[in-house]
């Protein structure tokens, strides 16, 4: 079973979240909250696997709170929920440990496997719309890091594919390898790089102007 909290300032909006997210059977909805400030304390009683956060609220915004929540033991994983395809709040919040953003009008059917995605690890929820995000709202790119030189020259190749958003399927088309080592040469890509995920990979690749 998958633990969900739902945080958003609009009741309505919860209530119709919930009732999509409990007519799974592997998905619980174990708690709400109406701030940001009310979600903290919500995670720290229900200890949820998935948090769907809303940015804008009153209190304390979906960035402060989603910025707070990853400072603790095991935290779950952060999906931040936003009205707009280009959003600044959700840039940021990526780059602070969000595992990626949905849109509020989103069908259920993504939403739900949006949710199955993040629990699993994956965290690959609309790399391709990431990328798009963070080419939008760019800073100037810093040097890459030491650790980006230790990647072998088929890990670059990899590294790159993944930052323009192509899934593994699509890696191992254009690469003419199995998907199973694709996902090998991403985890070693991720563990050198010390980066938890694929959306995590697109945001460094924008950040050192390797994109």
């Given at each position: 079973m998958i633990r969900v909290v739902l945080v958003d300032d609009q009741a309505l909006?919860?209530?119709g979240i919930r009732m999509v997210v409990a007519s799974q059977p592997d998905?619980?909805?174990?708690?709400?909250?109406?701030d940001g400030q009310e979600a903290i304390a919500v995670v720290r009683a229900t200890r949820p696997d998935v948090v769907l956060m809303d940015i804008r609220m009153p209190v304390m915004d979906g960035l402060a709170a989603t910025s707070r929540i990853l400072t603790?033991?095991?935290?779950?994983?952060?999906?931040?929920?936003?009205t707009f395809d280009?959003?600044?709040?959700?840039?940021?919040?990526?780059?602070?440990?969000?595992?990626?953003f949905l849109l509020k009008d989103a069908d259920p059917e993504f939403l739900l496997a949006a949710i199955r995605t993040v629990h699993a690890g994956s965290s690959v929820i609309a790399a391709s719309a990431t990328r798009e995000l963070f080419a939008h709202f760019a800073e100037a790119p810093q040097p890459a890091p030491p650790a980006f030189a230790d990647l072998t020259e088929r890990e670059k190749e990899i590294f790159a594919l993944a930052a323009r958003g192509l899934s593994n399927a699509e890696i191992a088309q254009r690469e003419f390898l199995s998907e199973a080592t694709v996902k090998t040469?991403?985890?070693?890509?991720?563990?050198?790089?010390?980066?938890?995920?694929?959306?995590?990979?697109?945001?460094?690749?924008f950040e050192h102007g390797l994109a």
């Open positions: 909006f919860r209530a998905l619980e909805v174990v708690g709400e909250a109406g603790e033991p095991n935290p779950p994983k952060v999906v931040m929920l936003t280009l959003d600044e709040a959700a840039a940021r919040a990526i780059r602070e440990g969000a595992s990626g040469h991403i985890s070693r890509i991720l563990s050198k790089l010390a980066l938890r995920d694929r959306v995590q990979l697109v945001v460094f690749a």
